[in-house]
């Protein structure tokens, strides 16, 4: 009888090259050349990103696959050469892990999958956790890479909000030298795909954003809202090197999964993600770099919101907040200044605005010019005429707020996978993609 089998891996990437996903085209692939039918798209699933010790992206990955119960050792054997032949290893830590799953995901590690975006785990709640939902994990060096290659499994990406990313790898002998693929051919795929497919490119700066800088084996990837979007954009590109392998994957990027989380001040630990809300606590302060910090009371206490001068319009917009504005404010945790934690921004969503009340000067009833101060308490001069007025005050003036009550977000540059583009949910589409569909033969593409 088939049975649905679940493979998660983490890990298996470091600063000397690899990458995860790389890792889980290779399985998958190998899978179904020896006749095995995939249940799904692979799944590129992206973790809490404000877990420092996590290689960049912090992304763990998930193959489905139904299986014959005599065939599970062969799957499981093959996941496991897998996972080792790819793991690019270094000295600062990379800890492969993979997980089984055999059968339906049970609830107990649907949460945990959830809390993998918002929290911090730890191996030994992974280890429990996988007891608990029947699934047995294996870690080939260190064991932090359990606890993606759980959650990975553990995501539901078939049916909560999800995209599409088609990822093409390098062949061996190029791996390390800089990547050679058309700019130009980038600008046109995006100006045709723009809506259905995201982050291609920054629109600040102008750079092309497809593809990474460093040793890992992607040569570029595509995101976007369908298997159909992802793999038309991908054609319009000029690849002017032969790639090894391409792969279209199911993701939780660009979906803002990580913020999805209502925290309180005074329950903040260091590295969470999540969502607060309250006022404006005092003028935002703009620091040596263009960096802005607000403070940001709740009911429960006050937070430090740091915002970096790399995310643009999103710092630019913090430094024009006004003490009692009402916002919501998500991001990552970092560390505590003289008590108070400091909130990484992300994404800052305006509620309220406050009048902005600027004192002035009137003018001159003699003559119309403008009037100044003669000192404090001794009223006031006209420029112009000279006329004095003793009585006269300053007076109230509403400024226009540039602000508006609308999500702020940074520029794709400076943006998570995770980040939602332009804060716009998009509905998972009711038509039934089958991955069979998908095969893609690298013959295709060189
Ligand atoms: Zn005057």
Known sequence: MLTEFHIGIDDTDSDKGGCTTYTATVLFQELIERGFKPSDFPWLVRLNPNIPWKTRGNGALAVHFFVEEDQIEDVQRAALETVEETTVASTRGTDPAVAFLKGQVPRALRKYSTRALHDVLTVREARAVATKAGAEVHAMMGVQGVIGSLAAIGAGLDSVEHTFEIIAYRIR???????????????????????????????????????????????????????????????????????????????????????????????????????????????????????????????????????????????????????????????????????????????LEVLHLVEKIQHVNPTCSNCGGRCESMGRGQGLRCKKCGQQNENAAKILVRQQRHLQLTIYVPPPRARRHLTMPDSKPRNISNEYLRVEDFQLRVEDFN
């Not at 590109?237 to 925290?263: P, S």
């Not at 643009?312 to 009692?324: I, Q, V």
């Open 173 to 347: 002998e190029n791996l390390g030298s800089p990547r050679r693929i058309d700019h130009e051919s980038v600008k046109l795929m995006n100006a045709k795909y723009e809506d259905r497919t995201f982050n291609n490119l920054d629109p600040e700066s102008g750079r092309v954003l497809v593809s990474p800088h460093g040793l890992d084996p992607v040569l570029l990837g595509i995101r976007g809202y369908s298997p159909q979007h992802v793999l038309g954009a991908f054609n319009e590109v000029q690849l002017n090197e032969e790639i090894e392998r391409v792969m279209i994957f199911r993701t939780n990027q660009g979906t803002d999964a990580h913020l999805g989380k209502a925290r309180r001040a005074v329950d903040l630990e260091p590295h969470q993600s999540g969502v607060l809300t309250g006022r404006v606590d005092e003028m935002p302060r703009v620091l040596r770099g263009g960096h802005v910090i607000f403070r940001l009371r709740d009911d429960s206490g006050l937070v430090d919101c740091a915002v970096y001068q790399p995310t643009g319009s999103l710092a630019m917009a913090a430094r024009d907040l006004l003490p009692g504005d009402r916002v919501r404010a998500s991001g990552g945790i970092r560390g505590w200044r003289e008590g108070r934690p400091t909130l990484n921004l992300e994404k």
